[in-house]
Each structure stands twice: as structure tokens, then as C-alpha cells.
């Protein structure tokens, strides 16, 4: 599967493998092309914001890339955080419900740490970039394998927590106006024997939190679920293309293979397979110390063997492109351009 005309590309693979690079330097390759394109990390090292020379800070959700080509560059640098404020701005039902969402302490917990919300917010900005500006093409960085699968689970897991008995049972009245909790309070002296026990051992102000978090939450609900489903269905589009980073090596094939299959299991589009800095194996007129020779020719030839292995068992279902170790590590818009060129000779745009 081609990833020319695709509007969206998600890069995914391996921590280490260099997909930050690759995403950035489809992005660079598709500006200069002539597309419009937006490259979004998720990355929470924001490695993508050095390569393309971003200055880091500043409030904006995207920001232009000097990139002198025909095309519009933006890369797109996600704040857990700011995302989910402004998801509270936008579709709360009215300043008073938006007030105590923001206000909430386990809302602030929420928003800032708790596991899983960077997904989640992934989820959204991907969904309010691709509504923004339709004809846009977005190039989507990921974080490794495991993150990655995360990130592509979140909308089921979304709606699944939003369909489940769990939500109902949250978002029953569990305290009355004085804060204490209701199904206790009809229970006397025994009530709040009970009430004591859950204090010492949950704490209740934690409780009453939660419980005012979801009861403010509530009206937004819906619409969390819908777009959810909208995203789940865009990730699995037929303008949706996946682009496999590996490194090289006999070891890496194994890895690689796996979440083929898993990206395949799960109905995503999988298009190009990237093995990224091969050790070109040295000249006939290289110059360097013998042993130093050997080794240089030890690594091109296992990196070689690691690529012809992994091309027989992709046996055609999908393009192998390789990148060669370059000298330095591609660190500016000059040596993303070269990268977007050994890309685009082997049909990876």
C-alpha cells in the first residue's frame, strides 16, 4: 500500500529506531511536494520540535516551520494538559459546570499525570486537526510499539468506559449536601462506624472529588463517545496508511513482524515497511585500520542480511525502503530534505 495522496500517515515502531526522524522528514517531503501538511508527535520527549527547528515553550498547539516550499509546514507538539482545557472550554455546557470541572482537584490530577490521558488527548487533537482543516495532509509520530498500541486502543477503551456499568454507578448522587456520603447516612451510628472505615482507608475528600468530577463531567460524555467512534473509523479509513520504522539487524525482524501482525489484526492500513540507519559496509578504498575494516564490514553485511531477511518474509505485501546510517544524526531542515529524498526514491512520500 502506496502512502502517496494518503491524507493521514501514522509513523509507528520500536523505541530507538528513528521514526521521529522519519515522520519529520515525510513531512518535510510532502511540503516540498506542495501539500499542506501538518506533523503531529506524541512523543513526550518532543524530539520532533529539535528536528524541525521549533523553539520549545509558546501556547500555540501548532507552529509554522521556516521551510522555504511550495507547500505549508506545521508541526503540531501536544500538552496533555492545555489539550484537555481546552476540550472543557469547548464543550462544557456552560461556564458554571466549565468553572467546577477546572477547578476540581481530581480533575487536576487527571489532567496532568494520571496514565493513559496523553492517549487519550492524542485521541482528541488528532480528531480536532483532521476536522480543522480537511484537505490538510497530517503526518502522526508515535511513541514506541507499546505506547503506540495504546494510542490506537484508545478509542475503544473509551467508549467501552463510557457504555460501561462503571460510569452509571459513578455518576449516581453518592453524597448529600453536607458532603457525607448517602447510603450510610440512613445507617446511624453504623453509618458512620462505615464512613470513618472509607475515610481511614480511601480518604473521602478523594471520593467527593471524584464523585463531583463525574457529575460535572456528565453532560460532556456523549460527545467524548461520538468522537471516539469517529476517530476509530478515521484510523481505519482507506486514507489511512501506517509506516512500520525497524532498525537493523537479524534481531530487530522479529519485533517488526509482530506489530505488522498486530496493526493487520486490527484492520489498520499497513503501508511501507522503513528499515532506518543501516552500516553501509565499507569500499574497496576505504581507509581505516584493519580491524576497524573488519568490523565496519561485520555490521553492513548483518545489517544488510537483517533487510533481505525481513523483505523475504514481507514476501511483497508490503514496500521495504532502507536509510543508511548517516554521518550525523539529521538535526535540521537540510538534512530531513535529504532524508525525504532516500525516502522518496523508494516510494515512500
Same mark, same amino acid.
Given at each position: 500500500?502506496?502512502?502517496?495522496?494518503?491524507?493521514?500517515?501514522?509513523?509507528?515502531?520500536?523505541?530507538?529506531?528513528?521514526?521521529?526522524?522519519?515522520?519529520?522528514?515525510?513531512?518535510?517531503?510532502?511540503?516540498?511536494?506542495?501539500?499542506?501538511?501538518?506533523?503531529?508527535?506524541?512523543?513526550?520527549?518532543?524530539? +520532533?520540535?529539535?528536528?524541525?527547528?521549533?523553539?520549545?515553550?509558546?501556547?500555540?498547539?501548532?507552529? /509554522?516551520?521556516? $521551510?522555504?516550499?511550495?507547500?505549508?509546514?506545521?508541526?503540531? +507538539?501536544?500538552?496533555?494538559?492545555?489539550?484537555?482545557?481546552?476540550?472543557?472550554?469547548?464543550?462544557?455546557?456552560?461556564?458554571?459546570?466549565?468553572?467546577?470541572?477546572?477547578?476540581?482537584?481530581?480533575?487536576?490530577?487527571?489532567?496532568?499525570?494520571?496514565?493513559?490521558?496523553?492517549?487519550?488527548?492524542?485521541?482528541?487533537?488528532?480528531?480536532?486537526?483532521?476536522? /480543522?482543516?480537511?484537505?490538510?495532509?497530517?503526518?502522526?509520530?508515535?511513541?514506541?510499539?507499546?505506547?503506540?498500541?495504546?494510542?490506537?486502543?484508545?478509542?475503544?477503551?473509551?467508549?467501552?468506559?463510557?457504555?460501561?456499568?462503571?460510569?452509571?454507578?459513578?455518576?449516581?448522587?453518592?453524597?448529600?449536601?453536607?458532603?457525607?456520603?448517602?447510603?450510610? !447516612?440512613?445507617?446511624?451510628?453504623?453509618?458512620?462506624?462505615?464512613?470513618?472505615?472509607?475515610?481511614?482507608?480511601?480518604?473521602?475528600?478523594? $471520593?467527593?472529588?471524584?464523585?463531583?468530577?463525574?457529575? !460535572?463531567?456528565?453532560?460532556?460524555?456523549?460527545?467524548?463517545?461520538?468522537?471516539?467512534?469517529?476517530?476509530?473509523?478515521?484510523?481505519?479509513?482507506?486514507?489511512?496508511?501506517?509506516?512500520?520504522?525497524?532498525?537493523?539487524?537479524?534481531?530487530?525482524?522479529?519485533?517488526? $513482524?509482530?506489530?505488522?501482525?498486530?496493526?493487520?489484526?486490527?484492520?489498520?492500513?499497513?503501508?511501507?515497511?522503513?528499515?532506518?540507519?543501516?552500516?553501509?559496509?565499507?569500499?574497496?578504498?576505504?581507509?581505516?585500520?584493519?580491524?576497524?575494516?573488519?568490523?565496519?564490514?561485520?555490521?553492513?553485511?548483518?545489517?544488510?542480511?537483517?533487510?533481505?531477511?525481513?523483505?523475504?518474509?514481507?514476501?511483497?505485501?508490503?514496500?521495504?525502503?532502507?536509510?543508511?546510517?548517516?554521518?550525523?544524526?539529521?538535526?535540521?531542515?537540510?538534512?530531513?530534505?535529504?532524508?525525504?529524498?532516500? +525516502?522518496? /526514491?523508494?516510494?515512500?512520500?
Amino acid at each position: 500500500m502506496s502512502t502517496a495522496g494518503r491524507r493521514l500517515v501514522i509513523v509507528v515502531g520500536s523505541g530507538g529506531v528513528g521514526k521521529t526522524t522519519i515522520a519529520a522528514a515525510m513531512g518535510v517531503g510532502s511540503a516540498l511536494r506542495g501539500e499542506d501538511t501538518l506533523v503531529m508527535t506524541f512523543d513526550p520527549s518532543l524530539r +520532533l520540535r529539535d528536528a524541525l527547528g521549533v523553539a520549545p515553550g509558546g501556547e500555540a498547539d501548532e507552529v /509554522e516551520v521556516a $521551510l522555504e516550499a511550495p507547500g505549508r509546514l506545521q508541526a503540531g +507538539l501536544l500538552d496533555a494538559r492545555r489539550t484537555f482545557d481546552a476540550l472543557v472550554h469547548r464543550h462544557a455546557p456552560d461556564p458554571a459546570s466549565r468553572d467546577r470541572i477546572l477547578a476540581n482537584r481530581f480533575y487536576d490530577h487527571l489532567a496532568g499525570s494520571l496514565a493513559g490521558v496523553l492517549e487519550y488527548m492524542a485521541v482528541e487533537r488528532l480528531y480536532e486537526a483532521s476536522r /480543522e482543516a480537511p484537505d490538510r495532509r497530517i503526518v502522526l509520530d508515535t511513541p514506541p510499539t507499546r505506547q503506540a498500541l495504546d494510542f490506537l486502543g484508545a478509542p475503544e477503551r473509551i467508549v467501552a468506559f463510557l457504555d460501561s456499568g462503571a460510569l452509571k454507578i459513578a455518576l449516581k448522587p453518592w453524597f448529600d449536601t453536607d458532603g457525607h456520603l448517602r447510603p450510610t !447516612a440512613r445507617l446511624g451510628a453504623l453509618g458512620r462506624s462505615a464512613e470513618a472505615f472509607l475515610d481511614r482507608m480511601v480518604g473521602l475528600d478523594l $471520593l467527593r472529588d471524584m464523585a463531583e468530577f463525574f457529575q !460535572a463531567f456528565g453532560p460532556l460524555f456523549d460527545g467524548f463517545r461520538e468522537r471516539a467512534l469517529e476517530v476509530r473509523e478515521l484510523l481505519r479509513s482507506p486514507d489511512t496508511v501506517f509506516v512500520l520504522v525497524s532498525g537493523p539487524g537479524p534481531e530487530r525482524v522479529a519485533d517488526t $513482524l509482530f506489530f505488522a501482525r498486530k496493526l493487520a489484526e486490527e484492520g489498520y492500513h499497513l503501508g511501507p515497511v522503513v528499515v532506518n540507519r543501516l552500516h553501509p559496509e565499507p569500499g574497496p578504498h576505504a581507509q581505516a585500520p584493519p580491524e576497524v575494516l573488519r568490523l565496519l564490514s561485520w555490521l553492513g553485511e548483518r545489517d544488510r542480511r537483517g533487510a533481505e531477511e525481513l523483505r523475504g518474509l514481507l514476501a511483497g505485501s508490503h514496500p521495504l525502503a532502507t536509510i543508511p546510517l548517516l554521518p550525523g544524526e539529521p538535526a535540521d531542515l537540510e538534512g530531513l530534505r535529504d532524508v525525504a529524498g532516500l +525516502l522518496r /526514491e523508494q516510494g515512500v512520500e
